[in-house]
């Protein structure tokens, strides 16, 4: 079947639709969030106290906590293995942390010095407050800076979802930073925008959150609703959640509620949304020369898997890798495929 041919349109045109498409979903999370706090008010707004950490995060066996500086914030990660050998640098994605690296820290520990950074605005990373502080090309230059602080000059860079986003724009601004790279669940952004422009009507009904995620407070109001049920849903609900239990069981999830229960926890992640429309990274025209890895999860419930198989048009050296019944959160959901894959390719 012939694809449909791309729409290129002009930036304010294209701004224009994002902002109706944002009142669309945002009148329906309005009427969404009218409805549960009505229908059970106590319910909807009341959250548990959540002060001390969970025991998952002070597990030793991953590794140890630590600080850096970098692009003027202060970075919060954790480490594992032996500092005289390869780095092996891990981003994450939304709403997620450190801690959804934690099958590929032990792992990968053993042959490289593996650090799982909270990326700009989540968890022990500072948070800056403006929202133009989140846009691409900062978060780039927050890796680009990170690299040298932890002391080295390159590294395997290995991320998933918005970190995804970030690890694409670091590898083609600033290839010789990258060694490897390593990509789970998320497109690189030309081939986002050709499928949507090419008139993907099902993925922008999948994309409906980052419409929503557009408005003040509303989003980090509706998270929080129901002691933040919504993070409950997203890893281990029918329809995004996790396939595989065992790897990633429903009592992990406290971590994640007590990572984003913190005051003001939210609004620096969905930052990052917010300037994805407003403030986009221009990459370059060319193709990635950096040796790449692309997995996916087949079962995808935010990201069309149709996408994985575009990205020989943008990448020259390129290795797809798709992971049946398998949902967006493929990292913590098959592991042992994953880390599979991963060291394969490591080891070409």
């Not at 080295?152 to 600033?174: E, F, P, R, S």
């Not at 390129?318 to 060291?343: F, G």
Request: a positive charge; one cysteine or more; aromatic letters at 12%.
């Amino acid at each position: 079947q012939t694809a449909p041919m791309a729409i290129h349109l002009p930036r304010v045109v294209l701004l224009g639709i994002v902002y109706i498409v944002t009142a669309v979903f945002g009148t329906l999370a309005i009427l969404y969030t009218v409805a549960s706090v009505l229908w059970s008010p106590r319910r909807a707004l009341t959250k548990q106290r959540r002060d001390a950490p969970p025991s998952c995060l002070l597990d030793p066996s991953l590794g140890t906590h630590n600080y850096v500086t970098a692009n003027g914030l202060k970075f919060h990660y954790v480490s594992s293995g032996d500092k005289t050998k390869p780095l092996m640098l891990f981003l994450h994605g939304f709403p997620e942390f450190w801690f959804s690296w934690r099958h590929q820290i032990k792992e990968f520990s053993k042959d490289y010095h593996v650090v799982a950074i909270d990326m700009r605005g989540y968890n022990e990373t500072e948070r800056p407050t403006k929202r133009s502080d989140y846009a691409v090309d900062i978060l780039r230059k927050d890796i680009i800076d990170l690299v040298p602080a932890l002391g080295y000059k390159t590294c395997i860079l290995v991320a998933h979802d918005w970190g995804g986003a970030v690890a694409w724009a670091v590898a083609a601004k600033n290839p010789e930073l990258v060694e490897k790279l390593i990509v789970m669940n998320c497109p690189h952004p030309r081939i986002f925008r050709k499928f949507v422009n090419g008139g993907s009507i099902g993925q922008i009904l999948k994309s409906n959150y980052m419409f929503t995620f557009q408005l003040p407070w509303l989003p980090e109001f509706v998270i929080g609703l129901h002691d933040y049920q919504a993070l409950y849903d997203c890893f281990q609900g029918k329809k995004m959640g996790v396939h595989n239990k065992a790897s990633f069981p429903p009592s992990l999830v406290e971590a994640y509620k007590y990572v984003f229960s913190k005051p003001g926890a939210l609004t620096g992640p969905i930052n990052y949304y917010r300037c994805m429309f407003t403030r986009p990274s221009k990459l370059p025209s060319g193709p990635l020369m950096v040796p790449t890895l692309l997995i996916w999860g087949d079962d995808d419930a935010a990201l069309d898997k149709k996408m994985a198989d575009m990205h020989t048009s943008v990448v020259s050296n390129l290795t797809v890798k798709h992971i049946s019944n398998c949902s967006h959160w493929v990292q913590q959901d098959t592991p042992e495929a994953v880390n599979h894959y991963m060291r394969e390719f490591l080891n070409s």
